[in-house]
Nanobody, 119 residues
Framework: QVQLVESGGGLVQAGSSLRLSCDSS????????MGWFRQAPGKEREFVAS????????YYSDSVKGRFSISRHRVKNSVYLQMDSLKPEDTAVYYC????????????WGQGTQVTVSS
């Protein structure tokens, strides 16, 4: 089994930066993609950013494009999310996810890390 563990969340003021990390452990796997999702109180989980493991192509939601940046450590199968110019509407639990080869969608999920942005 593969475990994903997020870290780096916290309480910050609007305009600040945070860097989230997602480390994988357990069974060795080769992801097709890894990404970040978030869920705000009372809202559905939404896509934030992702990276295709082969080639490194990145994707971002319109709401974070230009402010957030996803990166990776290929050997460790870790993924990071640099979040700049944070806004109160970025407040949410951020989840790391991975899609293994052969899976139709993301099939490994972390427990989440809370990000709170005060105005």
């Amino acid at each position: 089994q593969v475990q994903l563990v997020e870290s780096g969340g916290g309480l910050v003021q609007a305009g600040s930066s945070l860097r989230l990390s997602c480390d994988s452990s357990g069974r060795t796997f080769a992801p097709v993609a890894m990404g970040w999702f978030r869920q705000a109180p009372g809202k559905e989980r939404e896509f934030v950013a992702s990276m295709r493991w082969s080639g490194g192509t990145t994707y971002y939601s319109d709401s974070v494009k230009g402010r957030f940046s996803i990166s990776r450590h290929r050997v460790k199968n870790s993924v990071y999310l640099q979040m700049d110019s944070l806004k109160p509407e970025d407040t949410a639990v951020y989840y790391c996810a991975a899609q293994r080869v052969g899976a139709q969608d993301y099939n490994y999920w972390g427990q989440g890390t809370q990000v709170t942005v005060s105005s």
